[in-house]
């Protein structure tokens, strides 16, 4: 019966990315019939479909119910790392815990005299999932275009406030440069890239001198894929019950500490460099989060590329980045051969 309940609960979890993939892939996950069933079960905003199904989903037909276990199934396919991928990893701690590891891929290509350029990933999950595996096709893409990637894993909510996730994130950084040169890497060209909660961990890092201290300004660019979090306290007004239940635990309910934790509080300069916005034009609250940030490190002197990103989902954003054809990915290559 458990084994049962958490499949149920993870068609409310997962339906509204399926919804979101179907829409992007011309219809060919689930049947119309099923679409018309779960639309008018629960309407058509995504934000509100998770709770809608939890608490309605037996009224969904048995054909429905079917269809839809499939589509997820092939949805978490989507999301797996290749083994062959995975084995090229080198992990590498950079603190005490089991968390505390990040996975450095390296290119084939003879390493250039100052070392390759990396490209640092912090993955997304709310601030309490996920973890540094979650790469899909990315090293492989970055490898091949001359650039040397990291995963990071970091501590979770809650074994570990947000506070020390972006202090996780800033000492793998930190690694990383104080070894780079066995490690074959150039310091002087580190991207750091997040998705999600790694974008907003990635916006702070990138913002707030308290973590990375004066080697804010060596960072090369940072690039956010379909952040909402940059303005924590605005986003909490703003959102959802859901998006309520998932900031709660990671931000709290203090205002000052909410602050301190919101990238777009913090864009006053000393920050990176360069920036590349990514986001979901169709989600208003990434388009409203993302456009803040711009502007407030524009002020403070940054160079920022924001562009909304047309077709794709929060979930597609990142995990068809280094497919080809798609924005995101012509997007962050264009960047990255303009540093």
Same mark, same amino acid.
Request: with cysteine; proline share 5%.
């Given at each position: 019966?458990?084994? $049962? ?6 068609? /409310?979890?997962?339906? @509204?990315? !399926? ?5 992007? #892939? ?111 096709? $990315? ?6 275009? /001359?650039?040397?990637? @990291?995963? !990071? ?5 809650? #074994? ?15 690694r990383l440069k104080r070894d780079s040169a066995a490690l074959g890497i ?22 707030d001198p308290q973590w990375l201290g004066p080697d804010i300004g060596a ?64 989600? @208003? ?55």
């Open positions: 019966m458990m084994k $049962k309940g958490l499949i149920i609960l993870g068609a /409310g979890l997962l339906m @509204a990315p !399926v919804l979101a993939q179907q829409a992007r #892939e011309g219809g060919r996950m689930l049947s119309r019939e099923c679409r018309r069933e779960v639309v008018q079960l629960c309407g058509f905003n995504r934000g509100e479909m998770r709770e809608c199904l939890r608490e309605k989903k037996d009224q969904l037909s048995q054909p429905c119910k079917g269809e839809m276990m499939q589509a997820m199934a092939k949805r978490l396919r989507q999301n797996d790392t290749s083994a062959q991928t995975t084995a090229r990893a080198r992990t590498i701690a950079y603190g005490n815990s089991a968390a505390q590891q990040l996975d450095l891929y390296l290119p084939e290509a003879t390493r250039p005299a100052s070392g390759y350029p990396l490209v640092v990933f912090v993955h997304g999950g709310g601030w309490s999932k996920g973890s540094k595996d979650m790469v899909q096709q $990315k090293p492989d893409f970055f490898n091949a275009k /001359g650039w040397a990637f @990291a995963s !990071v894993g970091y501590r979770l909510v809650p #074994e570990a406030p947000v506070e020390q996730q972006a202090a996780d994130v800033a000492a793998a950084i930190a150039d310091p002087k060209r580190i991207v750091l890239m997040g998705h999600s909660a790694g974008a907003h961990l990635s916006a702070l890092v990138g913002t960072l090369a660019g940072v690039i956010l894929l379909d952040g909402a979090a940059y303005d924590v306290a605005e986003q909490m007004r703003q959102g959802s019950f859901m998006t309520k239940r998932t900031y709660e635990p990671a931000f709290g309910t203090e205002p000052k500490r909410q602050a301190r934790l919101s990238p777009t509080l913090h864009a006053a300069a000393p920050n990176a460099p360069r920036w590349l916005i990514l986001y979901v034009a169709r989600r @208003a609250d990434a388009t409203a989060q993302s456009s803040a940030l711009a502007r407030a490190l524009q002020q403070g002197g940054a160079r920022v590329q924001l562009t909304g990103m047309d077709g794709e989902s929060h979930m597609t954003i990142n995990r068809e980045l280094g497919q080809p054809g798609n924005p995101q990915t012509d997007a962050v290559d264009a960047f990255l051969t303009g540093l």
